[in-house]
Nanobody, 122 residues
Framework: QVQLVESGGGLVQAGGSLRLSCAASGRAFNRYVLGWFRQAPGNQRELVAYIISGGGTNYADSVKGRFTISRDNAKNTVYLQMNSLKPEDTAVYYC????????????????WGQGTQVTVSS
C-alpha cells in the first residue's frame, strides 16, 4: 500500500510560480513511476507530467517549457515546479504512482494523493 500526500497549492497571479510537493510512503519509491495530473471543474483529468525511475520525464504540450517534474528519492518526494502560470492552469493537482515491481508503458497509476488546489488569477 502506497500513500501520497500533495502540498504546495495555493493562489497565484498569472505569470507567477508555485512548487508542488508529493510525499510518498513505500520502501521501493526509487522504482515508482510518478505522475502529476490535474482536473478542473467540468474537465476531464489530464496527465501533466511524469517521471520514471531512471529520471526520464514527459510533459503535456500545454505545460512544456513552463513546468518541471523532479524527484528526490532520498526524501520519497516528487515535485512539480510550475512557472509562468496561466489562468488555464487552475485545477486540482494530484500526484499518482505506478508502484509495480517493473513499471512499464502504459503506466498504471494505482495510487493517488488527495489533491491540492492551484488557482491562477488573471
Amino acid at each position: 500500500q502506497v500513500q501520497l500526500v500533495e502540498s504546495g497549492g495555493g493562489l497565484v497571479q498569472a505569470g507567477g510560480s508555485l512548487r508542488l510537493s508529493c510525499a510518498a510512503s513505500g520502501r521501493a519509491f526509487n522504482r515508482y513511476v510518478l505522475g502529476w495530473f490535474r482536473q478542473a471543474p467540468g474537465n476531464q483529468r489530464e496527465l501533466v507530467a511524469y517521471i520514471i525511475s531512471g529520471g526520464g520525464t514527459n510533459y503535456a504540450d500545454s505545460v512544456k517549457g513552463r513546468f518541471t517534474i523532479s524527484r528526490d528519492n532520498a526524501k520519497n518526494t516528487v515535485y512539480l515546479q510550475m512557472n509562468s502560470l496561466k489562468p488555464e492552469d487552475t485545477a486540482v493537482y494530484y500526484c499518482a504512482a505506478d508502484a509495480r515491481l517493473f513499471p512499464s508503458w502504459p503506466y498504471e497509476y494505482d495510487y493517488w494523493g488527495q489533491g491540492t488546489q492551484v488557482t491562477v488569477s488573471s
